[in-house]
């Protein structure tokens, strides 16, 4: 199996380097990431500068652009043959909720699938993430069992895991998206010149956290995996749409 791995905290991170060791137990993995935190970049492109992709000692890629564009880069530039599957993390922090619109690590993850190969978004939940080894396992178990479950054409894999010792985890649940409660509004305060600058304020607090979230089984102790459509059509909604614009003319 060939791995095309990366994340958005960036190629020096911890996360990734864990995560690497692990899935090179039983595949050829490729690691081409940022070369800066990109935490919250989204599927965000780097459009307007060139990319570079700088090969460390170690053999990682380093580029000069977003998770997406390090996926990007790597499919279609630096791994030939294409890879057999896109995996993004261990990302420092959870991807729980509404946080995955935000996340650079399910964006590389996307990036993949719509380049045409599945993909896997992993993030350790927790504080203090000195368990990266738990996630990268889990990981890595899920990943091998990819091979005799594939993936819909039309999604990813969101999987999150407490920040416990392998030995504490109860187990992995299969969850859908909870939703958090409105962020706290932007802070405002000076710099050393007196000029004004503005801070993002803290995540809201659990809204829909009940069982069968994502949030309900970090919390409990479960690793939680979550299938995201990568198709955002509102399905549902297109019958009603439908009726009441046949119902007015753009020229009344």
Known sequence: M??????DDGVHAL??????EELCKFADVTVVAPDRNCSGASNSLTLLNPLRATQLENGFYSVNGTPTDSVHLGISQLMAPAP???VAGINHGANL???TLYSGTVAAATEGRHMGMPAVAVSLVG???QYFET???VAAAFIQRLKLHPLPSDQIINLNVPDIPLEQLKGIKVTRLGHRHKAETMKASKDPWNRDIYWYGLLGQELDAGEGTDFHAVTHGYASVTPLTVDMTAYKSMPSMEQWISEFSIRD
């Open 2 to 7: 060939k791995i095309l791995l990366s994340n």
């Open 15 to 20: 996360g990734i380097k864990v995560l690497y």
């Open 84 to 86: 057999d599957l896109v």
């Open 97 to 99: 909720g509404d946080d």
């Open 127 to 129: 504080k203090d993430e």
């Open 135 to 137: 996630a990268a396992k």
